[in-house]
């Protein structure tokens, strides 16, 4: 079946630092892939999609590319800030098929300091 | 624009007894979504409903949850009798038909801590 594995947390760094949250799929076919967030308190948000192969999400300077031959959709930010802690959510949807549930990943947290 | 509305926040209850919780989708979405968040895990999909028709349901349990959208616009939750591993926060996401990638909006979701 459709899975998403992403790195476990938590992660922690310092303002500025480059941040790579990993995140791997398996998948038949072509899924759509997602990164959301949930800041504390807050409910979960979009950050960025990509639909198909190739295709590079972005928002907020963070950016996730479609990895068909990795099947992977790891999320980076070169420069990460304070207001960026948070925990991140990587998922998918199959395109084809009966079953088009979001699955999701079990969530990083990512705790940035002055 | 106004986004999902969700409430109570918190709610504590002993097991054994019964809990709502209620949903006000963003106007004009037709698909309402509840999930289950257990702590350290992803959302779990409980129920997605599309206008005031069930669309899935295959992980809800259904011998102790229930919901309903009946007017194909606010949506409650009701657990009975709860259980101690029924805590969790509970999220209600909407999103417009069309598209299956759609994005679906997220509402700040109801904590339930079981006793």
């Known amino acids: 079946g459709n899975s998403v594995t992403q790195m476990e947390g938590p992660v922690t760094l310092s303002e500025e630092a480059f941040l790579t949250i990993n995140c791997t799929y398996t998948?038949?076919?072509?899924?759509?892939l997602f990164w959301y967030v949930q800041y504390p308190g807050e409910g979960l948000q979009l950050l960025l999609k990509?639909?198909?192969a190739d295709d590079k999400g972005s928002n907020k300077g963070f950016e996730a590319t479609y990895r068909k031959e990795t099947t992977s959709f790891h999320l980076e930010k070169g420069s990460v800030q304070v207001s960026d802690s948070a925990v991140y959510f990587c998922?998918?949807?199959?395109?084809?098929?009966?079953?088009?549930?979001?699955?999701w990943g079990l969530g990083t947290s990512l705790a940035v300091n002055p | 624009e106004a986004g999902v509305a969700q409430s109570p926040r918190y709610k504590i209850i002993e097991k054994r007894q019964s809990v709502a919780f209620w949903c006000n989708p963003i106007?004009?979405?037709?698909?309402l979504y509840w999930y289950q968040q257990i702590l350290g895990q992803g959302p779990k999909l409980l129920i997605q409903?599309?206008?005031?028709?069930?669309?899935?349901d295959s992980q809800l349990p259904k011998d102790r949850f229930s919901a309903e959208r009946l007017k194909g616009v606010d949506s409650t939750l009701k657990i009975q009798p709860a259980k101690l591993e029924d805590s969790a926060v509970y999220l209600c996401?909407?999103?417009?038909?069309?598209?299956?990638?759609?994005?679906?909006?997220f509402g700040p979701g109801t904590r339930l801590t079981v006793l």
């Open positions: 996401a909407s999103s417009p038909l069309g598209r299956v990638e759609n994005e679906q909006f």
């Open positions: 106007s004009g979405h037709a698909t």
């Open positions: 409903f599309q206008n005031n028709g069930v669309v899935d």
């Open positions: 998948a038949t076919g072509y899924p759509s």
């Open positions: 990509a639909t198909k």
């Open positions: 998922a998918l949807r199959a395109n084809a098929g009966n079953n088009r549930k979001l699955i």
